[in-house]
């Protein structure tokens, strides 16, 4: 670990202050950062400790709930609300990581959590865009049996490892950001970029900027909704395939959806596609498949991942079908 | 003297001391006590200790003015350096040293594992930071002493080293095209061949033919390597978390150039070890640093530090062909194929063990071949051999039944051989179809029904499947031990021996117990000091067999110690130490109990506060008689997900043939652990080399899988508990009999589950899509 300075404001004027520092950065529960910066990935001089900012559920007067950045993952899983309302958040939460470590992970370093790329960890031996611009990737052409087939880029094939980003996905939510000249919004859906030449750029936040909250807007079809996580063990692993899904059929034609999947792309992935081909259409299991095909249609399979489309396909299939079923 | 009245004592029955030698035939009188300590559920002795974190490791170990050690590890696979800046490490906070190849002192090479030298202990017989030459990715090429943890990985990330890279051989089908060697266990090639087995083949009525593979896999005890050392000038002392004390303890004195009671080491607890805590670099390492630095050092390996110098499972491809007679005889047995290693190291992946000795076969055709590749030498790992193996070999046979429309167990037992079908000794003890009977009928096995993929549980696919486990009995050389009785009732046994967490002390205490004829809460066993008596090895299961012996070798030693301080008027006077028994505290005649001392007397009479004795355990030569393993029965259920492939075990049964049991609670443990350990085997553990660079890339327990709490069903164990005549209380170690056999249970259930055979292991969920 590389020696660093450490500071914990208990306002957001005094993050966002602190945050303007070069070489500053936000720590939330550390479940991340800190690994990183053990094997000197990330090297921040300055870490700035917001877990003492707000941090609480509120309803919101749309009849969503707005989230405090500072929320541990576990209370937000647990939450009355949030499990009664949206149900796909609180399961895609506590498919991820342990017991432990939603305790103390923040809904907003969750955001912000980093690729579990084999070769974006490797910093001593292998080659990553993401970890130094320019370098190289070495997972294109080697281990890539997690990777992205969606959103790749040649510069980066790494997936986005969060569980509760894809739920939020799917669920519209609105990422709340302020920075010292004020405060903007920004769909989750576009927080994250997609890798293009620049992997190392991987939110749309400016320096300095903070992320205070994250706003779920009122969504009733998301009341039925689900999360199925598709993993190498029962627990603790990353997702090979995730999908939420949130289903309104009437009359047997799907009224509304939402999905988004997760451990198949470079950011938290709505399909926006499959949702256009399941809109007025009937609720059936071959029209469940043929649109979560039709999100697939531009997939880039790598030497070892060749299975994911297929697999997210039977995935989504079955969950929009038990979503559509009981 | 006086002579206490024999039947105002406890009424049990005398019990004469262990035999002399194990090859006679002559069984341990220990077999015949059933009801006592011996075999009884106790409590591990440490347990407490261990859950109140009283329990020091080597990690733990405080030293004062210590520094603390961090590597660094070089980036290609096979070269040499040819720049290395330490400037900034040394300019680090904190930094006392920095050592590499440039200054660190000479040393001369350590013996290997199963090398020629008799205590050889080193992963391998490359040379440690001796030169500039780079053996494989990974390789330390630095140490950092720093005054902490913190402040020496730090400086160990500021190393810059670049490197002039070698042609390396980092990818197994190259190091196939290149044929690579016989493959040899201590000396003998892992071949045997037996009637033209290939010809068999062809002509059999119904075959199997079919090439099944295993990943490399790489250590991950929960006690990551440590070592924590001082020198006090020529002497070296040295708290190790190892399974062989006494090795290391001469290792490091060949290492250094000193006697080998220069070099004392200690290792009372070991956080699991399952074939490392051997001897790796990171020990020499830090043994050299800290005589250069002139401070003791700790060095605790971090995760990826395990990954980079403990070595780990081989890679295998197998070969398994089998050619049957319609009603299941076979007339062919056929097991082949390569195991990656690395040129200087003798460690093979004999997979072959369990075809030589499960199953008669009217021919055989056993061989394993090394290729070899520049990278970590590979090293023992739970079952070697036969946890790989019997995934081969079992899968084959699953096969097999199928095609001949056989029940898969009546199929294994319709091959029992008379004897050993490799040596044609006779079997010590083997009784695998009792454990099959048994097994199949508490799981239910009769109800299987043999349709592949024709049962459903909404999206769930249900299957049972069943394997043989297969474990060799053995019983190194070299088990010494002492053992003091002390006038107020306690006794106490030294042996160079280890504790990894499978209850030696607990379960050597309820023998020590038993032989003596003392309540087990006065025994205790001392153990883990490179200055005890013996060479133990923990490993290879054979541990309880090596401290047995060598306790019925120095329990003699004190009973005729006892007996030359008995007087004439003493009424075991005239008796040898066969014709006496222990029995409630004391000793007395065989022929006529009534004729007891009480240990006190004894004593007292000789005036003595406590007696001592030591003795070595006779050589093996039990094995040159007879053909001793363990067996077992393993049955699994598993539900397959149809929609995602993805894999639960939903139930698993192991019946046991493994000689007497001596504790029933930790008996089980360690067999529902090795179970366990079986399931990581099956379907997700697998270290990924990349063979572009010969580098391990998922050096992390995130990144490498081992079975999670929710990946364990309920695991049922049970035993024949029928004791071997020929292993000292009749036991058989257990530490690696539980993975056996695994693999293949849980890849057969598969298949009966879903219709697709995996030939592959692990059995990940893309597998089955």
């Not at chain 2, 002390?505 to 003392?518: D, N, P």
């Not at chain 2, 890849?747 to 089955?768: C, H, S």
């Amino acid at each position: 670990m590389i020696p660093f300075t450490y500071a914990r404001p208990t306002n957001a004027e005094d993050a966002l202050r602190q945050g303007a520092a070069a070489g500053a950065r936000y720590l939330g529960g550390g479940t991340n950062l800190v690994d990183l910066m053990r094997q000197t990935i990330e090297q921040p001089g300055l870490l700035i400790d917001v877990t003492g900012l707000p941090g609480a559920i509120e309803e919101t007067p749309d009849g969503g709930l707005l989230i405090g950045a500072a929320a541990r993952n576990t209370a937000v899983a647990e939450h009355r609300a949030v499990r009664a309302r949206y149900p796909m958040l609180a399961r895609a939460i506590v498919a991820g990581a342990s017991g432990q470590i939603r305790n103390m992970a923040t809904v907003g370093g969750n955001l912000l959590q980093r690729t579990r790329c084999l070769y974006f960890y490797d910093h001593a031996g292998s080659r990553c865009n993401k970890r130094v611009p320019g370098q190289g990737c070495d997972a294109i052409e080697g281990f890539n049996r997690s990777h992205a087939i969606l959103g790749t880029s040649p510069a980066c094939v790494a997936t986005h490892p969060s569980d509760m980003c894809v739920a939020l996905a799917a669920l519209d939510a609105v990422v709340h950001i302020r920075s010292s000249g004020g405060g903007r919004t920004v769909p989750l859906t576009d927080l994250h970029r997609l890798p293009g030449d620049h992997p190392e750029i991987e939110t749309v936040l400016e320096p300095g900027e903070l992320v205070t909250g994250i706003a779920l807007p009122a969504l009733p079809l998301a009341a039925r909704s689900a999360y199925r996580k598709v993993r190498d063990r029962a627990s603790y692993a990353f997702a090979l395939v995730s999908v939420a899904a949130a289903l309104e059929v009437e009359g047997g034609t799907v009224r509304d959806v939402r999905l988004a999947l997760g451990g198949v792309a470079t950011k938290p992935w709505r399909a926006w596609r499959a949702e256009e081909a399941l809109r007025s259409r009937p609720a059936t299991a071959e029209n469940f498949r043929a649109a979560a095909e039709a999100e697939f249609a531009e997939a880039r399979p790598l030497r070892d991942n060749g299975f994911k489309a297929a697999l997210a396909v039977r995935t989504t299939t079955a969950v929009l079908e038990e979503l559509a079923g009981g | 003297m006086t002579a206490d009245a024999g039947a105002a004592r406890p009424a049990r029955v005398a019990i004469a001391p262990g035999p002399d030698g194990w090859a006679g035939g002559e069984p341990d009188p220990l077999i015949r006590r059933r009801g006592g300590p011996l075999g009884a559920p106790v409590s591990r002795v440490d347990g407490g200790l261990k859950v109140r974190g009283a329990a020091r490791f080597a990690a733990e170990v405080p030293l004062a003015s210590m520094v603390y050690a961090a590597l660094a590890f070089s980036t290609v696979a096979r070269g040499r350096i040819v720049r290395l800046d330490t400037a900034a490490a040394e300019g680090a906070p904190g930094v006392v040293l920095v050592m590499t190849y440039r200054n660190a002192p000479r040393m001369t090479a350590v013996p290997a594992l199963l090398s020629p030298a008799p205590n050889g202990a080193m992963g391998d017989e490359l040379p440690i930071m001796q030169d500039d030459r780079i053996h494989w990715n990974g390789q330390p090429i630095a140490v950092v002493l720093g005054e902490t943890q913190e402040q020496a990985g730090h400086a160990a990330s500021l190393i810059e080293a670049s490197y002039e890279a070698e042609p390396a051989v980092t990818s197994f089908e190259e190091a196939k095209r290149r044929g690579g060697e016989q493959a040899a266990y201590a000396g003998q090639p892992l071949s045997l061949q037996a009637g033209d087995a290939e010809a068999a083949l062809s002509a059999a009525a119904v075959k199997v033919d079919a090439v099944y593979r295993t990943p490399f896999q790489n250590h991950n005890a929960i006690e990551p390597e440590a070592v924590t050392l001082a020198w006090d000038g020529d002497d070296l002392t040295v708290h190790d978390s190892t399974r062989m004390v006494s090795r290391v303890a001469w290792s490091l004195a060949q290492a250094f150039g000193l006697k080998e009671e220069q070099v004392h080491v200690s290792s009372p607890y070991v956080g699991g070890a399952f074939g490392s805590k051997t001897l790796w670099q990171h020990t020499v390492l830090a043994a050299a640093a800290a005589r250069l630095a002139g401070r003791p050092v700790r060095m605790a390996l971090s995760r990826e530090g395990v990954y980079r110098v403990v070595g780990g499972r081989a890679r295998t491809e197998q070969r398994v062909a089998i050619g049957a007679q319609a009603d299941g005889r076979f007339d062919a047995l056929i097991h082949t194929g390569a195991m990656a290693k690395i040129r200087r190291n003798y460690v093979p992946e004999p997979f072959i063990s369990p075809a030589m000795c499960l199953y008669a076969a009217g021919s055989l055709k056993l061989d394993v071949r090394a290729v070899y590749l520049d990278m970590l030498a590979n090293t023992f790992m739970r079952a070697p051999g036969e946890s790989v193996g019997s995934f081969a070999l079992e899968s084959a046979i699953d096969e097999l039944a199928e095609r001949i429309g056989m029940d898969p167990v009546e199929l294994r037992l319709r091959n029992e051989p008379a004897a050993d079908p490799g040596s044609g000794k006779p079997f010590s003890s083997r009784h695998l179809a009792e454990a099959y009977r048994a097994g199949a009928e508490r799981f239910g096995w009769a109800s299987r029904d043999p349709r592949p993929g024709g049962r459903r549980d909404g999206e769930w696919l249900t299957g049972i499947g069943c394997a043989t486990a297969t474990y060799p009995h053995l019983r190194f050389p070299g088990g010494a031990a002492r053992l003091t009785l002390s006038k107020d009732g306690q006794a106490r046994v030294e042996v160079a021996a280890h504790e990894m967490g499978m209850g030696t002390a607990t379960a050597q205490a309820q023998v020590t117990a038993e032989r003596l004829g003392l309540p087990l809460e006065q025994v205790s066993v001392a153990y883990g000091e490179s200055s005890f008596p013996g060479v133990f090895v923990a490993g290879a299961s054979q541990q309880t067999a090596q401290i047995g012996a060598a306790v019925v070798a120095a329990h003699r030693a004190l009973v005729a110690e006892l007996l030359r301080l008995c007087g004439g008027d003493s009424p075991l006077a005239g008796l040898g130490v066969d014709q006496v028994g222990a029995r409630g505290g004391g000793l007395c005649s065989l022929a006529d109990p009534r004729r007891w001392l009480s240990y006190a007397s004894i004593l007292d009479g000789g005036d003595r506060d406590e007696i001592s004795a030591e003795a070595s355990a006779p050589p093996p030569a039990e094995a040159e008689h007879w053909s001793m393993h363990s067996f077992g029965a393993d049955f699994c259920e598993v539900r397959v997900s149809a929609v995602t492939g993805e894999t639960r075990v939903s139930r698993f049964l192991g019946s046991f043939d493994c000689g007497r049991v001596i504790n029933a609670k930790t008996a089980a443990s360690q067999l529902r652990g090795g179970i366990i350990m079986g399931l990581g085997l099956a379907l997700m553990e697998e270290t990924l080399i990349d063979e572009r660079s010969g580098r391990i890339v998922n050096p992390s327990l995130a990144e490498y899988h081992v079975p999670a709490h929710a990946d364990v069903p309920e695991i049922d164990v049970m035993w024949t508990d029928i004791p071997d005549p020929h292993a000292p209380m009749g036991a058989h170690g257990i530490g690696e009999i539980g993975i056996t056999g695994v693999a293949a249970a849980v890849a057969n259930a598969i298949y009966n589950a879903t219709g697709t055979r995996v030939r592959d292991l692990p059995i990940t969920p893309d597998k089955l899509l």
